[in-house]
């Protein structure tokens, strides 16, 4: 299935140099993507294309209007499309949402700019997501988010080996194990030596002690407790005496 994309803005510029490049650039020229801009300023009736007004009641900066938006998604919706709007009152986007979104043959990003669009988009719009708890200055940017973590679940798009990790990832929500690459040491750091051992099984297990161990640390309540295999239950006990070690050995300086 190629997964269609579709983005409502005043800059396309900025997509088309984000779909110029690496994996996206790869996946459109291999058709497993396909993208389109639409210039909203193609929508507008008056002779300075104007997208944007000064908000009712007053106040500082300009907002989107509605009129090019609506007529622009008239042209570009499908019975199967999912219209987006990036926006910090959106749902946050997590794996989970991005999973989901990944479903859809047909994206519709409408990218506001300004202090934001007329609120009556909401009414056009099937899901309204964040991408964290800041403003940026447009919803290209944040667009762009969205379909770099969704294009990854395209298939084709990844390379067999990295689908797979991408399906653990969603069933285990655990955070990726540290990597490593030439040169073995720089500056006086090492790597830890299994790594260099070429014994497959033992690098296997290493990284997934250090996913369960960083996720632990850094993302701890990513970890659901009916998601620990038993092996993973050895693993925690590892990490939970190897704890133990350092904070002994700093209290010793103490006590
Ligand atoms: N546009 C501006 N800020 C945003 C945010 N935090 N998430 C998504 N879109 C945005």
């Known amino acids: 299935m190629n997964t269609r994309l579709h983005y409502l803005t005043t800059f396309p ?21 396909s993208y389109q801009t639409v210039n ?19 106040g500082p900066g300009m907002v989107m209007k509605l ?23 959106g749902t946050l986007l997590t794996q989970e949402v991005v999973h989901h979104i990944s479903s859809y043959e047909h994206l519709i990003f409408i990218c506001g700019h300004y202090e934001g669009v007329d609120d009556r988009v909401f009414q056009y719009v099937d899901m309204p997501l964040s991408i964290g708890d800041y ?15 969704v294009i990854r679940f395209v298939k084709g798009v990844l390379g067999n080996q990295e689908s797979t990790q991408i399906e653990s990832f969603e069933d285990k929500q655990r955070l990726e194990h540290p990597n490593f690459t030439r040169p073995a040491t720089y500056n006086e ?8 051992s070429g014994h497959h099984q ?54």
């Open 67 to 89: 009129d090019p938006i609506v007529q622009a998604l008239q042209d570009c919706r499908q019975p199967n499309s999912l219209v987006i709007l990036p926006t910090p009152k």
């Open 189 to 196: 750091m090492g790597i830890p030596d299994v790594l260099l």
């Open 13 to 33: 510029g900025i997509l088309d140099a984000y779909f110029n490049y690496s994996l996206p650039g790869k996946a459109v020229s291999k058709g497993l993507i």
């Open 135 to 149: 403003v940026l200055g447009g919803g290209e940017i944040s667009s762009i988010v969205i379909t770099d973590a």
């Open 202 to 255: 033992k690098i296997e297990e290493w990284r997934k002690l250090e996913s369960l161990r960083w996720t632990l640390l850094l993302k701890p309540e990513l970890i659901q407790p009916d998601s620990l295999s038993k092996n993973d239950l050895q693993r925690l006990r590892t990490i939970k005496a190897s704890l133990n070690r350092t904070i002994d050995s700093l209290l010793n300086n103490y006590e």
């Open 40 to 58: 909203l300023r193609d929508y507008t009736q008056d002779a300075h294309r104007t997208t944007d007004d000064t908000p009712f009641g007053g």
